[in-house]
């Protein structure tokens, strides 16, 4: 795939997700709050990627030879903790100042995980991302505007 569609595939389905976080909050305020309907959100998705695989002819399971270590699950639980907390929080912060502290904190770790080479290669932090990560903080302190009062609640 050419590297500028991927980049605007990317762009595409990250506009996507401040759209999640209100659906799954109004969810919350009909469930039984946040974690109830980060369930709801996560058992539908089952379901569409089951259907996806059943489709796509993928073959189910692991290699026979396959070991995993006990850590690879954890990428399952930081997705529930991730929408569960995202549901419960995108109502009280407003959905473009969620998204914004959301991808500030993705592009610290993601820098710090690069600069150590945690589970790939190391990328070190140069000047160069250093100066894009204060730039998207500045983004999210002139977007989140944490000055000025919240608007009242639904």
Sequence with gaps: MNPWLAMLVIVAIGAILPLQGLVNARLATAL???VMAAFVSFLV???VLGAWLLV????WGA???ARFPAWIWVGGVLGAVYVAVFTLLI???GAAAAI???VLGQVVASMLLDHFGVLQA??????TRITGAVLVLLGVVLVAAPWKSPPPAL
């Design 32 to 34: 039984h709050g946040p």
């Design 45 to 47: 998705g089952s379901v």
């Design 56 to 59: 796509a002819r993928t073959p």
């Design 63 to 65: 290699a026979p030879d």
């Design 91 to 93: 109502p009280r912060v």
């Design 100 to 102: 914004c502290l959301a």
């Design 122 to 127: 190391q990328r070190p932090a140069d000047w």
